[in-house]
């Protein structure tokens, strides 16, 4: 292991994991988009009816993936863009056009490979008020969730939704899943805590051959009661045993959907700067799509 590169204790290959970071750093800071631009614009205007684009689409991901790594304000990203494209001649956009053409999502890439997925919940403020501030003031202003489903390879991001603090956890299963099937995904596996070991989700993967490996209750019935699949893998489960269970269908990877948060939260911190809730939407769109475009990376 250490002849390789690896220390025993992270087993991590440090050399490429180094020369990802430096790959990171190529993908924000790219600015080949320049050079481009005419072509770009001309393409994207063809056939086009109303009014044409006057920015480009790689302008604008160059600019969304610095708001989203740094935490830029918009009105900083017009000062910036001022300096960087003063001498080529590029018109500068304002500030609320960087943000409206700034919140394309970009949805992680199908790659054709079979993907063992995980889902979960994580949460993120509303705001940077301190503890203190909020026990002097009373405030609450609660917080909002990201349910995502994450590939556990990669840890990139296949599907999300973003709910308040009320929201369950279980019920976005079926959404998550079908949305990144429908993107191209080919999902053959779900790995879950208990909060999603209901049937309807156990019915929904089944009707979509997908192996569900959920937390199973202890005191679960083996019962059918509207689901035979969860009732036969709750009766396995019982014959073997939990530990062997698990084992058996891989759920030892569930937390690699708690790594891809940590993730997130490293890269971009764990609150929203907006304050109106369509606009904490846009922002975690955003930032979830500079998120997956750095983990490709």
């Keep these: ?15 490429s994991y180094n020369e990802g970071l430096v790959m990171r750093g190529e993908k924000i800071f790219d600015m080949s988009w320049i050079s481009t631009f005419d072509e770009d614009l001309k393409r994207m205007n063809a056939g086009k009816r109303g009014r044409p684009y006057r920015y480009t689409h790689k302008m604008m991901a160059y600019l969304g993936g610095l708001a989203s790594a740094y935490g830029m304000q918009f009105r900083a990203l017009e000062g910036f863009l001022k300096t960087v494209v003063v001498t080529v001649g590029i018109d500068i956009p304002d500030f609320s056009t960087i943000w409206r053409r700034c919140l394309s999502v970009n949805v992680a890439r199908p790659d054709g490979r079979d993907v063992v997925a995980a889902i979960d919940s994580t949460g993120i403020r509303v705001g940077v008020r301190g503890e203190w501030m909020r026990e002097k003031w009373k405030i609450h202003k609660g917080w909002i969730k990201l349910h995502a489903l994450t590939d556990v390879r990669t840890n990139r991001i296949l599907s999300y939704a973003v709910t308040d603090e009320r929201s369950a956890d279980g019920e976005h299963l079926p959404a998550l899943v079908g949305k990144a099937v429908a993107t191209g995904h080919r999902i053959t596996k779900v790995l879950a ?3 999603y070991d209901t049937r309807d989700n156990w019915n929904f993967l ?33 014959s073997i ?12 990877m569930r937390w690699k959907v708690e790594s891809a948060f940590s993730d997130y939260k490293r890269m971009f911190g764990d609150n929203v700067r907006s304050r109106r809730t369509e606009r ?6 955003m930032k979830i799509a500079m998120f997956n475009v750095l983990k490709e990376a």
């Design 193 to 195: 805590d208990g909060a």
């Design 280 to 285: 904490m939407h846009l922002e975690m769109d």
């Design 1 to 15: 292991m250490a002849s390789e590169g690896c220390t025993a204790e992270y087993n991590r290959h440090w050399s």
């Design 241 to 252: 045993g939990d530990k062997e269970w698990k084992e058996r269908h891989g759920y030892g």
């Design 206 to 238: 089944r009707d979509l051959k997908i192996d569900f490996v959920p937390n199973i209750r202890k005191n679960a019935s083996e019962k059918f009661r509207g689901s035979c699949v969860r009732g036969l893998a709750v009766a396995e489960r019982n």
